[in-house]
């Protein structure tokens, strides 16, 4: 069974830094692509970035770039978000999501996930 935990959620101010992170089990992760998707409050879930599964392939949503960095650590199964330079808009429930199949591209649509993670709630405060 695939398993997905996000942590490292929280509360900060504008213009801080946070890092969550998420434990993958059930996948040999290192095969996979991941990525991150966020839910803003009242919006749909939108894309946030991904990281292909030999990390060579990394992409972002036009609104993260230059703030937010994607990384894995294949040894741990986990990977990582981290967020600087925070704006209230960041405000938003954090996904992390595996790949439908291994060996395989994942891009910004969420059909190309199969595996998502319970979320951890992200506030920023203006």
């Known amino acids: 069974q695939v398993q997905l935990v996000e942590s490292g959620g929280g509360l900060v101010r504008a213009g801080g830094s946070l890092r969550v992170s998420c434990a993958v089990s059930?996948?040999?992760?290192?095969?996979?692509?991941m990525g991150w998707f966020r839910q803003p409050p009242g919006k749909e879930r939108e894309f946030v970035a991904a990281?292909?599964?030999?990390?060579?392939?990394?992409d972002y949503a036009d609104s993260v770039k230059g703030r937010f960095t994607i990384s894995r650590d294949n040894v741990k199964s986990t990977i990582q978000l981290q967020m600087n330079s925070l704006k209230p808009e960041d405000t938003a429930v954090y996904f992390c999501?595996?790949?439908?199949?291994?060996?395989?591209?994942?891009?910004?649509?969420?059909?190309?996930?199969?595996?998502w993670g319970q979320g951890t709630q992200v506030t920023v405060s203006s």
């Open positions: 990281i292909s599964w030999g990390g060579g392939y990394i």
């Open positions: 999501a595996a790949g439908v199949k291994p060996f395989t591209s994942t891009t910004n649509m969420e059909s190309d996930y199969a595996s």
């Open positions: 059930g996948i040999i992760m290192r095969n996979y692509g």
